[in-house]
């Protein structure tokens, strides 16, 4: 006989496991082909300022408009900044969503890419869980479809000061503004931003 805790995992994990083979055989009714549209450069230095009222200096940028459909769907802006992390400076690449408006000039953080020990090309980025967004990806849990073909790594393997580290991150090459931006809106999505 089971307990009343461990029937309760265990129908969890059975739902669960439901879940992910019937999402297999799902009909997609959204599509889920974008386009990314460079618009343009920021070449200013501007701030910003975090929730923890932490004012952060950016100097350069770059906006992107996401199409679905012929749609605008999100604008987001891809900005660079250094900022101190286990033991050194180093350099970030934050993507911010615009507000829902046109011509807002609010912006919200929505992916941050760290440069890695390993390359100083590959910047990292953390991978939220589809299942709680809020959560980080570990190593031994599903990738989801949209990063099947994304390089992910430990935080371990990518960062010397850290020793054990489970937790993902999908790598992306400095230069590539546009898997960042996908990466984005991948967790824009998740989040349900727009």
Not at 26 to 38: A, G, V
Not at 110 to 120: G, I, M, Y
Not at 145 to 171: T, Y
Request: some cysteine; proline content about 5%.
């Amino acid at each position: 006989m089971l307990d009343a805790k461990t029937f309760a995992e265990m129908r969890e994990l059975i739902h669960q496991a439901i879940d992910d083979i019937l999402d297999d055989f799902r009909p997609n009714t959204e599509s889920n082909t974008h386009k990314i549209l460079h618009e343009e450069s920021i070449h200013d230095v501007f701030e910003y300022t975090w929730p923890d009222l932490t004012k952060e200096t950016y100097y350069s940028g770059q906006w992107f408009q996401v199409v679905e459909n012929g749609k605008d769907i999100a604008r987001f802006l891809v900005a660079h900044t250094s900022r101190l992390a286990w033991g050194k400076a180093r350099p970030r690449i934050v993507v911010f969503l615009q507000g829902r408006s046109e011509d807002s000039k609010a912006i919200y953080p929505l992916a941050e890419f760290v440069a890695c020990d390993s390359n100083e090309q590959d910047f990292a980025s953390k991978i939220p869980d589809p299942r709680h967004p809020q959560r980080m990806l570990k190593e031994g849990d599903p990738l989801p479809k949209e990063l099947k073909d994304a390089r992910v790594e430990r935080v371990d393997k990518l960062f010397d000061s850290i020793q054990k580290g489970p937790s993902l991150r999908r790598i992306v090459n400095a230069k590539d503004e546009i898997e960042m931006v996908d990466h984005a809106f991948w967790i824009g999505r998740l989040k349900k931003r727009f």
